[in-house]
Each structure stands twice: as C-alpha cells, then as structure tokens.
C-alpha cells in the first residue's frame, strides 16, 4: 500500500498503518486488540471493504481483503435498541455481503443473498439499517460464497467484532480484550490432516453409520499460518497484566476453515457468556472450544504471576502464530506454555442444573451426509439428502416452538449456524440441557444435537455449517415463514 491509497483510505487506515510500524509499537492503537472500537452509539457506521495488507510478523506481510484499512476491521460498539445506519463501500471488483452474525434482524439487511439481502455492487456503496438486538459479543463477517476462490469471501480478512452494549451480566473487569482466532493462506488438500485433536475419541457416537462411506476423498481447505487478531505468536504487543486483576476476554473463532481450541496456561477461564449470551451456570475451564463462528466471553483472574502463553494447545498450530504472550508487571521469565490436562468442551457444564421442563416443540430431523468426490473435486455435503437448494423443505410458523435435530453422520465435527434467531441448546449426544442459548452449535463427529426455538423473525432464514467449503458444496438449507 502506497502513500497516496492510505489517503484516500483515510484516518482509520492510517491508524491500522501505524500500528504497524517498522518498530512493533502500536503507535495509536493501544493493546493487543489492533482495533480502535467505532464512538459508542455514533448511530452512522462507515465501512469500506477494500485489499489490506496484514503484517503477521516482521517476515509475514499479507495481502488481503479488509475493512477500513485493516484486518481484523474495527471493533465496532453499538447500543441495543439503537437504530444504527452502516454505510458499506465496496473498493472490489466483487459484490460483496456484510452479515450481521447473532443479530435478530430482518432478511433485507441480515446479509445473506440466499435471503434476498442486495448486494453491495463492484464499486459501488450500500446502506445497512437496523437496530441491534440482543446485546452481546456479535460479529460481522463477508457474506459472498467462496466455491474454489480461495481469495474470496470469508477466507480474506473481513472480520470484525460488534459488541452490543449493555453487557450481560459481564461483571466487573478490570480489562477488556477483543481476540480472534483466525488462519491465513489457505490451500486445496484431499488429506484433511487431524493436527488438532478436534475430536474427543471416548465420545458416544450416536450416528455413526454401520457401513461407512470409503470412497476416497474429494478437496477440503486447510491452512498453516494463524494469529491472534493480526499477530502471529510473538509477533505483536503482548497483553500485559498485573496481579489481581480480572480480564474479560471476548474470543471469537473467525475461522472459515476450522474449529480451535484455546488455553492459556497457568490459568482458568470463568466461562460467563456463550456467543455473546450470559450462560445460566458461569463455570470455570481449563481449556475452550470454538467452533467456526463461536464466540466465548471468559473473565481470568491473574493469580499467577510469571509470563505465560494463551494459544491452540496443538503445537504445531501454536507455533505456527496461534498464541499471543501474557505478561505479569514486573517479570522477566521466559514465556511458558502449559499444556491443559484435558481438552473436553462440554455445553451442558453452563447449562441450568436439572432436567429441562418437558417440550412440546414440533421436531424437525436434519440429516447431514458428506459424499466423498474423490481427487479434484469438492465432496458434496447433503441435508435430508440433497444439497441446496431444497424446495420448500422448511416452513415454519409465526410463534410456534420448533425443535431441529441434527443428525451428523460425517466424521467431522460441524459448527451449525442459524440466521436471525437464536437457539437454546437441549440435548448433545444424549445429555439433555437448558438455557444455553446460541448461534452456533458444534455437532461432535457422528453425533447428536438438538436445539429449540420459537419462530418469531418473519422472513427468510438460511442455515448452514460455518466452514466456508462445506457451505459452499451444499451443506445450507433455507427456512421461509408460511
Ligand atoms: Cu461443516
């Protein structure tokens, strides 16, 4: 980037610049969240997507597509019930969508084209107004199917967080850090490599089919480059603590690729909200899961001084830039990583403590297959055995209670995201829960999960798995009112 584009780019993309100085300060922007957050309830939201370039580390400059000159894009604060107007400026040579994910707004300016949002045109601009709901940790992403343009949609660097204020039930902090999980440089395998342990082995595995599908495997998307925010592991300014304070972090897994774990050692997290929802039963964790799209607030009580690494526990992920370094004042100890001694995520540990009252919501199955391609070509996911579009499979009805219950017979765990609504968690695997309320569930590899909801969004509705390729090849289905 010339001098002449940061101009036209204007304030904001001089501040992402200069937070990336040859020196590694951060010169304007403070911390380790490279993001300056939008004047709370400024009402008028600019954001231009145009190519950034990111500096992962000194030796790793980026190109890339952002929002306003950089990427993450800024944090953005908005105020529940507060009528907001984001005007989109698209500097591309492709439409694009910005979708307001864990937002309850209307289809027109939820953006997704498969709702009939339009599209912000190839140079061109687009207004986005509506007023946020429910408060919470939201975030905003590129909304443009992908398919085998790796350069496209949500594997570029739009991205960003929005916190709706008020705060649920946040408690009181002493710091505040916006973090995304986040890989770069994606490429074509067929050999989808398990570096990350993603799967618990001793899970029951309610769905797993008796014959299994051995065709051999068609392309996936994997990566090898990750950061925290815009730093790699190292890289950029560490966080720094002193002892006894409590830190509030917002984690987001941003990934279009994969789900991630994160711990941080020497520490526990006190899980207080799940994507942006306070949970009924806050409990503290060793080690946290976010599935492709999942956000997870945490309050750390820095109780153990010394300098400590926060990152993926699979070391090769770690070191190739997922982590960011904590620093205690006053210490010169060589950063320490711990590995956590378990990796289990279980949902239902937040969940209210007895049985759920018993329900009378309408189930609707959901049966998810992959159908393996073979070389050079992408596998093909299915829902009730067909990929999308489907026709007029999903009707709901204004007020009523529905329950879907997913049947995952992949060997892969899915992040399931649903637009526009909000899901309460009621069963995984077997183990019946309530009042986790949710945006994105992980459904475990061959297994089952249930969640309700009441239709109460008139208007389309799409649903899909979070990972960009499995979406992309099928694995969305559409909900309409009737
Ligand atoms: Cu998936």
Redesign the pocket.
């Known amino acids: 980037m010339n001098r002449r584009d940061l101009l036209k780019l204007g304030p904001l993309a001089l501040a992402a610049a200069a937070s990336r100085s040859a020196s590694g300060q951060m010169v304007m922007l403070p911390g380790p969240t490279a993001s300056q957050p939008e004047p709370a309830g400024s009402g008028d939201i600019t954001l231009r997507i145009a190519p950034v370039t990111v500096e992962l580390a000194p030796d790793r400059i980026l190109s890339t597509i952002g929002y306003n000159g950089m990427s993450p894009g800024p944090v953005l604060r908005m105020k529940e019930g507060k009528p907001v107007t984001v005007n989109v400026i698209n500097n591309t040579d492709t439409p694009e969508f910005v979708h307001w994910h864990g937002f309850l707004i209307p289809s027109e300016v939820d953006g997704a084209e498969e709702e009939g949002t339009p599209a912000v045109p190839p140079h061109g601009s687009r207004s986005y107004k509506f007023t946020p709901s429910p408060s919470g940790s939201r975030w905003y992403h590129s909304h443009a199917m992908s398919m085998a343009d790796l350069h496209r949609g949500a594997y570029t660097g739009q991205f960003g967080f929005v916190y709706i204020e008020p705060a649920s039930n946040a408690g009181a902090y002493d710091q505040e850090l916006f973090l995304a999980l986040r890989d770069w440089e994606p490429f074509f395998t067929t050999q989808m490599v398990d570096m990350d342990e993603d799967d618990d082995p001793n899970a029951p595995q309610p769905e797993k089919p008796t014959v299994l599908n051995t065709a051999p495997n068609g392309i996936e998307v994997n990566s090898t480059t990750y950061s925290i925010n815009d730093k790699a592991l190292g890289a950029g300014e560490p966080i720094r603590v002193s002892q006894g304070q409590r830190v509030l972090f917002h984690f987001l897994n941003a990934s279009a690729i994969e789900n991630r774990r994160i711990a941080l050692g020497g520490h526990k997290f006190q899980v207080i909200a799940l994507d942006g929802n306070a949970v009924p039963n806050p409990a503290p964790v060793e080690t946290l899961l976010l599935g492709a799209g999942e956000r997870v607030c945490a309050i750390v009580e820095m109780n153990n001084p010394g300098n400590w690494i926060l990152g993926e526990p699979t070391d090769l992920i770690r070191n190739a830039g997922l982590g960011i370094l904590v620093e205690y004042a006053n210490q010169h100890k060589q950063p320490q990583w711990i590995k956590p001694a378990s990796l289990i995520w279980d949902y239902t540990i937040f969940g209210k403590p007895g049985a759920a009252a018993p329900s009378t919501a309408t189930n609707i199955d959901m049966v998810f297959e992959k159908i393996p391609s073979g070389a050079g070509k992408f596998n093909t996911f299915t829902v009730n055995g067909k990929p999308y579009p489907h026709d007029n499979e999903f009707v709901l009805h204004q007020g009523q209670r529905y329950r879907l219950t997913f049947h995952n017979r992949t060997d892969?765990g899915?992040?399931l995201h649903m637009h526009r609504h909000q899901w309460e968690l009621v069963d995984i695997n077997g183990k019946p829960t309530s009042g986790v309320i949710k945006d994105v569930i992980v459904v475990p590899f061959y297994g089952r999960a249930a969640v309700e909801f009441t239709a109460n969004q008139p208007g389309l509705t799409l649903f899909h798995?979070h990972?960009q390729a499995?979406m992309d090849y099928g694995?969305k289905a559409l909900f309409r009112y009737g």
Request: glycine share 0%; with cysteine; hydrophobic share 30%.
């Open positions: 892969d899915h992040p798995c990972i499995h694995f």
